[in-house]
Structure formats: C-alpha cells, structure tokens
C-alpha cells in the first residue's frame, strides 16, 4: 500500500501571490486536490482546466505546476507517496502517459477533501502517530484509484479521450511552430475540425484558447532570452513572431506586469 511522505496546503491567499512553479518529484506520485476556485495546471507538457473538486495525478518524474500569466486563485491540499505499485507502469505511477491525469470527483470530491484537510492537519501538528496519517493517505489513494477504473469502464472515456489526444497533437504544434504566424485557421485545417470547434473543444481542456498559448509560449520564451542573454530586445520580438515592437511591449506588460526592458533589468540587477 502506499506510503505517505509529505502533505502540502497552499491558500487562496498564498496562491494569489505565488505561482507553484513547475517542479518533479523523483520518487514519489503526487495527488493534487483542489479544494476551492479555478485556474489552469501544468502536468507534462499539457496545461489542464482544474476546478473545485477535481484531482490531479501527478506521476513520479513528470513536471507539474500551476500555469503562468494567469491570475491564481485555487486552494489545494497535496500529500506525495511513495511505494505505488500498477502493473504496467513504472514504480509511483498511477495512470498512463497518455492519460488525462485531471479527475472530476464527483460526489467522491467532499470525501477526498475532508480525508485531505484532516490528514494535513494531524501529519503537521505532529500530535498523533504518523500511522493515522497513513491510513488516510490509503484512503484518499484508494478512492482515486476506484474514480479512474469507473471512468475507464464508462461510455464517456472514448469521448474524453479523443479530445485528450486532439489536445496533445494541438498543443505538440503550437510548441513547434509558436514563432511562425500561426493562425486559427491553419490549425483548423491542419487538424480537420472547424475553427469554432478546435478553440471551443482546446479551451474546455485547457483554460485558454489556442491563440492565448501561442502567446503564453511567446512571452515565457521572451522572458527566458530576456534573463539569460544579451540578445537585444528587437531581435527578440523579432525571433518570436512579434508583429512590431508595441505589440510585443504590450503584450508581455499584460501578461507579466512590466515592460521586457524593465523585466531584463531587474533580472541582470540581481
């Protein structure tokens, strides 16, 4: 059964603030409960609507995180574990690759938050036996476990699962070609669905629509280069796809909060 290595709770109020930046875990399967508000979340390299009452399985070595150039407003509670065993897939993994790891609860979801805030409390007030702890990790662990075999066994998943793998192939795109003049469009006839399909269909996934992530992955991009080197800034707006100056200015000022020149300067300045 599995073993219980740490809890994580992060509030509304911490969440505003500070982005859970994209982080792994070696050894350990992470579940993710979102316990109140919405937002967007990495795992692998998808990012994935979440809202209340959702879970997030994050297999052990996979990146996950919350999603940038947003505004965060969720609350979690985390516990990692350890000595996760499926048949079929590495140690601490629980769901395939290919899987959509963001799992509406349903009427499970009130169960799995009251397991999760009691056993944070009790494994952080260090007051009772860690065993407690672990029987409730086992708790939590069993009712995902039991959600994804119902939603491998229900008539929806092969629906769900055609839009996880259109979503993939989108997102697998835009990474490829985000410095091109990318339009609507030429995804729509790239990928046989119509244009008010494939933003409807990818924003319901994701929490943007294909035309915000090409400009997401722009502006993250921008910011890399913008720390990292000298490249001037021109050269930079230029390089990523960017019509004209002001536009990028724009851009990255409405989505980072500052101009690129004074995001370069406070980054060379530390």
């Known amino acids: 059964m599995p073993e219980l290595i740490q809890t994580y709770f992060v509030d509304v109020n911490y969440s505003q603030n500070h982005a859970h930046m994209l982080h792994k875990h070696l050894d350990a399967l992470e579940i993710l409960y979102i316990d109140s508000g919405e937002g967007r979340y990495i795992v692998g390299k998808r990012e994935y609507a979440v809202s209340a009452g959702d879970v997030v399985i994050c297999n052990a070595g996979v990146i996950h995180g919350e999603a940038p150039f947003q505004k965060h407003e969720i609350q979690t509670y985390c516990c990692a574990l350890a000595q996760i065993k499926v048949d079929g897939l590495p140690d601490n993994n629980l769901i395939d690759p290919g899987y959509k790891p963001v799992l509406n609860m349903g009427s499970a979801a009130d169960h799995i938050g009251n397991l999760m805030r009691t056993m944070h409390n009790l494994f952080t007030a260090n007051i009772y036996s860690k065993d407690v702890c672990h029987h409730l990790a086992q708790a939590i662990y069993l009712l995902v476990e039991e959600q994804l075999r119902q939603k491998k066994d229900s008539n929806r998943e092969a629906e769900n699962q055609k839009k996880e793998f259109l979503v993939r192939q989108i997102t697998d795109y835009i990474d490829k070609h985000y410095t091109e003049p990318l339009t609507l469009k030429e995804l ?20 943007v629509s294909p035309m915000q992530y090409v400009i997401h992955r722009r502006i993250g991009e921008a910011q890399t280069l913008l720390m990292d080197t000298h490249t001037p800034i021109h050269i930079i707006e230029e390089r990523l796809g960017f019509s004209n100056s002001c536009h990028f200015s724009a851009m990255f000022k409405k989505y980072v909060g500052i101009s690129p020149r004074e995001f370069r300067r406070h980054f060379k300045e530390l």
């Open 188 to 207: 729509s006839d790239r990928f046989y669905i119509s244009p008010s399909s494939i933003s409807h269909i990818y924003k319901q996934e994701t929490g």
